[in-house]
């Protein structure tokens, strides 16, 4: 069973940055895709960023300039730096493996 542990989220002005790191352990046999997706209160759940282990990436349209997805394979963790924040980032956060196993989710709270 693959474990996905998120970290890195937290209350942050408008304008601000934040990290968030997502480290991978268990019985994976192989991870080619990470990634992180979002949820809003009252609103689903949606991509926010993905990467393969090949390094192909993808960004939702919302994010694109001021997010950053990476990774390192050596460590199975995936991350994402997220600049020029704005309240409508506002969500829980979760790390993704494979579109299938999931974190726990972080706060992500952007705010005056």
């Known amino acids: 069973q693959v474990q996905l542990v998120e970290s890195g989220g937290g209350l942050v002005q408008p304008g601000g940055s934040l990290r968030l790191s997502c480290a991978a352990s268990?019985?994976?046999?192989?991870?080619?895709?990470m990634g992180w997706y979002r949820q809003a209160p009252g609103k689903e759940r949606e991509l926010v960023a993905t990467?393969?282990?090949?390094?192909?990436?993808n960004y939702a349209y919302s994010v694109k300039g001021r997010f950053t997805i990476s990774r390192d394979n050596a460590k199975n963790t995936v991350y994402l730096q997220m600049n020029s924040l704005k309240p409508e980032d506002t969500a829980v956060y979760y790390c993704?493996?494979?579109?299938?196993?999931w974190g726990q989710g972080t706060q992500v709270t952007v705010s005056s």
């Open positions: 990467i393969t282990r090949g390094g192909f990436i």
């Open positions: 268990g019985s994976i046999f192989s991870i080619n895709t």
């Open positions: 993704n493996v494979n579109f299938a196993s």
